[in-house]
């Protein structure tokens, strides 16, 4: 589990909004490098790229850290919030 901080410009107001979920990737290529963030949001997955040296990040702080054994966790779309919770603890 994850937390990005990101800045919102609405207009001329600028804004922190969090984006808590699971990193479900990490895409390599330098500084192309990207990350792949999935959380569950009112029942509808929610997925999110962000590029990981974008000056819209404020922070990255890491919550909880579970074991895998896959790079690329992609099957976990297909499962509810249940399964995923006992799958990564």
Do not use: C, D
């Amino acid at each position: 589990m994850i937390t990005v901080a990101v800045r919102v410009v609405e207009g001329e107001k600028e804004r922190l909004q969090n984006f808590k979920g699971i990193v479900i990737a990490m895409h390599s290529g330098g500084i192309n490098k990207s990350f792949t963030i999935r959380k569950i949001s009112n029942g509808v997955g929610v997925e999110r790229v962000f590029p990981f040296y974008s000056p819209m990040i404020q922070s990255i702080s890491l919550e909880k850290k579970g074991r895998v054994r896959r790079a690329k966790l992609y099957y976990l779309r297909g499962m509810s919030e249940k399964k995923i919770r006992q799958k990564l603890s």
